[in-house]
């Protein structure tokens, strides 16, 4: 009863026709088996009069679930912040990500650019491509810290424009 394609952590239940004796080829004797690895599973029924009948395979997949993950090479900047991000995720196939600042990319590991200062949370949400297994979503709040750069500025004490035996002083703030 139920799917026979799941995902890790999910179970089906194979059931024989009724009879004397059930052996399973994972060693069961029961009627019925509860199965939560893949594999080919079928059963030999033993009747009264000691005649034995073989079913035909019954396969199971099992897919693993999706885990998502990732690093990036710092998580302290000051504008523009280029941020290398490194996915880490195992048994995924599609990549979703979120920065924190409205932007997304799809890609397996992006680089992403804050252009204004703040605190920002980055997720990752990830599937696989058999559409059995549910998608696995990882938040890291407040991970990237972006401070604003300074801004310089050049004041003088007179004009730019003078002769040769003259000078001006140029401050930087």
């Known amino acids: ?60 997949v099992v897919y693993p679930m999706p885990q998502a993950s990732f690093t990036t090479n710092d998580t302290l900047g000051c504008t523009p912040y280029l941020v290398h991000f490194t996915n880490n995720s195992t048994n995924a196939t599609n990549y979703h990500w979120k920065f924190g600042d409205l932007q997304e990319n799809l890609t397996f590991s992006p680089s992403h650019n804050y252009h204004n200062s703040g605190l920002y949370s980055v997720t990752l949400i990830v599937t696989n491509d058999t559409s059995v297994c549910p998608s696995d979503t990882l938040t ?10 300074p801004v ?22």
Do not use: K, M
Request: charged share 5%; net charge negative; glycine share 8%.
């Open 152 to 173: 310089a500025t050049i004041t003088t004490n007179g004009p730019l424009t003078f002769c040769e035996v003259e000078s001006v002083i140029v401050a930087v703030y």
């Open 140 to 149: 890291i709040l407040n991970y990237i810290t972006v401070n604003q750069s």
């Open 1 to 60: 009863s139920g799917n026979t394609v799941l995902c890790q952590g999910d179970s089906v239940v194979l059931t024989s026709s009724a009879d004397n004796a059930y052996l399973w080829n994972n060693g069961a004797t029961t009627q019925s088996i509860t199965v939560l690895t893949s594999g080919n599973y079928h059963v030999t029924l033993t009747d009264s009069l000691g005649c034995r009948g073989v079913s035909s395979p019954t396969n199971v």
